[in-house]
């Protein structure tokens, strides 16, 4: 790997350690691997000098007296130093290296190191600090070419540009996916339905390392138990029925890159271990095949779920829980950050008229007042399908109140609706608890206009048991549910 900056400099790599024999072994294996290499005895002699020369990457001890590495990482965060950093520490634990990721560490190696594995760690750091000064460049000129793309308040690249909102939460979150987006750790993503999590997931890995490298999705709830096992690890011909020729499954296709589990609680129990020791252990076996596969994948993970509840309940395993929620992140609902609903109400007008091929579209005062002041269950899913629709139905003038207020008061039945469709009918005499589940599901589906993911998200149950069981019922939707779904 590059041991030089973009000017074909050696990089320059910083060592904090208040213990001179540890500070000085880093630092000679560091000069053999030809880096310019500093030292320091403290965080606060270290501070010092980063703010007086261009440093690229900081290795650093976790104990140390005065300031530690957990405050020293913090105040480079605070500082917003452009430098990479990488602990070192004989204290390894999760708790240290989330907290130090979480501020913005590159990566985590515990003493007593591995001579290559810390010429690796530093040389990765090195590649991403070189990629991060590019994006700095690559902005500078975008300014200086046209100033108007930069106003406002940014705190990320432009790769996450597709983030609309300035509220607090929002700001808040692009912090934290640029503090985790750096490291190859698990990150978890929960969120209601609609409120972004594969975007996040996607501008995650367009900042990582891995950004070159493929971001391989699997939308783990359209798929029965075989099926999804095939998709993940592949399978060899004549597996099982069906299976007419061998197949590469998406771990080995994010070999590289990352993998995103949309939905990851839908899939089976069963095919949860197997799920498990690919996390543990990065390797995996086509089924049909005894051969085992090695990959070099970060795993990315979304859910709409309540985890603690679906482990109470037997279907989710805990173990596995506490390998992908290695970093947590929650996406916020639209509720909980109004601020962004006419910014994002604006953007979605914008991408219409574009598509259109209209001039710009506006909402009225009313209409925008109207947006305000609705709660969204369906977040910004549903806010974008409110405008797209109001652009195309409406084509003359500005967007009015009354043709998008028909739509957000029927766009989704609470929970006290659910619970009460046509309930004097299900209090029937002679009636089996099977059969009054049935009329249950069919009533809840058509009162949401054969949506099926938002009666799967009223009911409390996942798509693929909901699809399961209108299987068996042989319910066939009838042509204006499609008409309301659409």
Same mark, same amino acid.
């Given at each position: 790997?590059?041991?030089?900056?973009? $000017?074909?400099?050696?990089?320059? +790599?910083? %060592? &904090?350690?208040?213990? =001179?024999? @540890?500070?000085? /072994?880093? !630092?000679?294996?560091?000069?053999?691997?030809?880096?310019?290499?500093?030292?320091?005895?403290?965080?606060?002699?270290?501070l010092g000098r980063?703010?007086?020369?261009?440093?690229?990457?900081?290795?650093?001890?976790?104990?140390?007296?005065?300031?530690?590495?957990?405050?020293?990482?913090?105040?480079? $965060?605070?500082?917003?130093?452009? +430098?990479? %950093? &990488?602990?070192?520490? =004989?204290? @390894?634990?999760? /708790?240290? !290296?989330?907290?130090?990721?979480?501020?913005?560490?590159?990566?985590?190696?515990?003493?007593?190191?591995?001579?290559?594995?810390?010429?690796?760690?530093?040389?990765?750091?090195?590649?991403?600090?070189?990629?991060?000064?590019?994006?700095?460049?690559?902005?500078?000129?975008?300014?200086?070419?046209?100033?108007?793309?930069?106003?406002?308040?940014?705190?990320?690249p432009a790769s996450?540009?597709?983030?609309?909102?300035?509220?607090?939460?929002?700001?808040?979150?692009?912090?934290?996916?640029?503090?985790?987006?750096?490291?190859?750790?698990?990150?978890?993503?929960?969120?209601?339905?609609?409120?972004?999590?594969?975007?996040?997931?996607?501008?995650?890995?367009?900042?990582?390392?891995?950004?070159?490298?493929?971001?391989?999705?699997?939308?783990?709830?359209?798929?029965?138990?075989?099926?999804?096992?095939?998709?993940?690890?592949?399978?060899?011909?004549?597996?099982?029925?069906?299976?007419?020729?061998?197949?590469?499954?998406?771990?080995?296709?994010?070999?590289?890159?990352?993998?995103?589990?949309?939905?990851?609680?839908?899939?089976?129990?069963?095919?949860?271990?197997?799920?498990?020791r690919v996390l543990?252990?990065?390797?995996?076996?086509?089924?049909?095949?005894?051969?085992?596969?090695?990959?070099?994948?970060?795993?990315?993970?979304?859910?709409?779920?309540?985890?603690?509840?679906?482990?109470?309940?037997?279907?989710?395993?805990?173990?596995?829980?506490?390998?992908?929620?290695?970093?947590?992140?929650?996406?916020?609902?639209?509720?909980?950050?109004?601020?962004?609903?006419?910014?994002?109400?604006?953007?979605?007008?914008?991408?219409?008229?574009?598509?259109?091929?209209?001039?710009?579209?506006?909402?009225?005062?009313?209409?925008?007042?109207?947006?305000?002041?609705?709660?969204?269950?369906?977040?910004?899913?549903?806010?974008?399908?409110?405008?797209?629709?109001?652009?195309?139905?409406?084509?003359?003038?500005?967007?009015?109140?009354?043709?998008?207020?028909?739509?957000?008061?029927?766009?989704?039945?609470?929970?006290?609706?659910?619970?009460?469709?046509?309930?004097?009918?299900?209090?029937?005499?002679?009636?089996?608890?099977?059969?009054?589940?049935?009329?249950?599901?069919?009533?809840?589906?058509?009162?949401?206009?054969?949506?099926?993911?938002?009666?799967?998200?009223?009911?409390?149950?996942?798509?693929?048991?909901?699809?399961?069981?209108?299987?068996?019922?042989?319910?066939?939707?009838?042509?204006?549910?499609?008409?309301?779904?659409?």
């Amino acid at each position: 790997m590059s041991r030089k900056t973009k $000017d074909n400099k050696a990089s320059h +790599v910083l %060592v &904090v350690d208040d213990h =001179a024999s @540890a500070r000085e /072994a880093v !630092a000679d294996v560091l000069r053999q691997a030809a880096y310019e290499v500093s030292t320091c005895a403290s965080a606060t002699e270290a501070l010092g000098r980063l703010a007086q020369q261009p440093i690229d990457v900081v290795v650093t001890d976790l104990q140390m007296p005065g300031m530690d590495g957990l405050e020293f990482i913090r105040e480079i $965060d605070r500082r917003r130093l452009a +430098v990479e %950093v &990488v602990m070192i520490t =004989a204290h @390894a634990s999760v /708790a240290s !290296a989330v907290e130090a990721m979480r501020y913005g560490a590159f990566d985590y190696i515990e003493k007593p190191f591995d001579v290559v594995e810390l010429e690796r760690c530093v040389a990765q750091a090195c590649e991403r600090r070189c990629l991060r000064q590019q994006e700095v460049d690559a902005a500078s000129r975008a300014a200086r070419s046209s100033p108007r793309r930069l106003s406002g308040p940014t705190s990320l690249p432009a790769s996450c540009s597709s983030m609309i909102g300035s509220s607090p939460v929002m700001q808040e979150l692009r912090m934290r996916i640029g503090q985790v987006a750096t490291s190859d750790e698990t990150v978890l993503l929960c969120g209601e339905s609609g409120t972004g999590k594969e975007l996040v997931a996607q501008t995650i890995h367009a900042l990582s390392r891995r950004s070159a490298g493929p971001l391989v999705s699997l939308n783990c709830p359209v798929l029965s138990s075989q099926l999804t096992e095939s998709e993940l690890f592949g399978h060899k011909r004549g597996a099982f029925t069906g299976a007419d020729a061998d197949r590469t499954g998406r771990f080995e296709l994010a070999h590289g890159g990352s993998i995103l589990l949309d939905e990851v609680t839908e899939i089976d129990l069963n095919l949860q271990a197997k799920l498990l020791r690919v996390l543990q252990e990065r390797s995996f076996e086509h089924v049909g095949s005894s051969d085992s596969i090695h990959v070099d994948v970060r795993v990315l993970a979304t859910t709409n779920r309540d985890l603690p509840a679906e482990i109470a309940a037997g279907r989710f395993r805990e173990d596995l829980y506490y390998r992908l929620a290695v970093v947590p992140i929650t996406v916020p609902p639209l509720r909980e950050r109004a601020a962004d609903v006419l910014e994002l109400a604006d953007h979605f007008l914008t991408q219409a008229a574009e598509r259109l091929e209209r001039g710009s579209i506006a909402l009225e005062p009313a209409a925008r007042e109207l947006l305000m002041n609705y709660d969204w269950p369906g977040n910004v899913r549903e806010l974008q399908n409110v405008i797209t629709r109001a652009c195309v139905l409406n084509s003359d003038g500005a967007i009015s109140a009354d043709v998008v207020r028909p739509w957000l008061a029927s766009s989704r039945p609470s929970t006290t609706d659910v619970q009460t469709i046509q309930f004097d009918k299900l209090q029937t005499a002679d009636l089996t608890l099977d059969e009054m589940e049935r009329r249950m599901i069919v009533a809840t589906l058509e009162r949401v206009g054969g949506h099926r993911a938002k009666a799967a998200e009223a009911l409390g149950i996942g798509i693929r048991t909901l699809s399961g069981k209108l299987r068996a019922y042989g319910y066939a939707p009838r042509e204006k549910d499609f008409a309301k779904a659409s």
